[in-house]
């Protein structure tokens, strides 16, 4: 894999751009299709969020100073993306965003790419029940298996605040699954 100072520089330059955007793509495209996919629930619509997310980081790349990893500054521009997507759907439909999540949830039964089975189907019932924070900490730890440090990059957070995030998402989500 190419060093990620290397494809940042490669991104930049415009002699060397175009094949950099598609080393950039194809390395990162299935861990932040499955990111967005998490927050956003559905196929068509992850696929969406994903394209604006690339086109995004592509359109912006002279704008990345480093001061993070190139993998943190994408994912904070596909979350920003996937929630400001859900926003506008949610507006669009005029519900608000709890009701929408229960429709989102409700939809992956009927989803020819969702694989879950029963237990599957519960736990991202539970997940759609925790407020926004809670549900990414605990997507992006429990799915993904990002470390804290990764995941406070991302969300631009303290680590202590997130160990809190995530304990608490864990609570909640096994209660609601204890209730049946």
Not at 65 to 89: P, V
């Amino acid at each position: 894999m190419i060093a990620e100072e290397t494809l940042v520089k490669d991104l930049k330059a415009k002699k060397t751009q175009s094949s950099a955007f598609e080393v950039l793509v194809s390395t990162y495209k299935v861990r932040l299709y499955w990111h967005i996919r998490r927050i956003v629930l559905n196929h068509d619509d992850a696929d969406d969020v994903l394209q604006n997310t690339f086109i995004k980081v592509f359109r912006n790349i002279d704008g990345f100073k480093g001061d993070s990893k190139l993998f943190s500054w994408m994912y904070r521009i596909a979350t920003n993306e996937a929630l400001t997507f859900l926003k506008q759907k949610s507006n669009k439909i005029g519900m608000d965003d709890a009701d929408l999540q229960d429709r989102l949830v409700a939809n992956l039964q009927s989803d020819v790419y969702f694989e879950g089975d029963e237990i599957q189907m519960k736990l991202q019932k539970a997940i759609a029940t925790l407020p926004e924070k809670q549900k990414l900490v605990f997507n992006m730890k429990y799915f993904e298996e990002l470390k804290y440090d990764q995941i406070s990059e991302i969300l631009e957070t303290s680590v202590g605040g997130l160990k809190a995030s995530y304990h608490l998402a864990v609570k909640k989500i096994e209660s609601y699954l204890k209730e049946d």
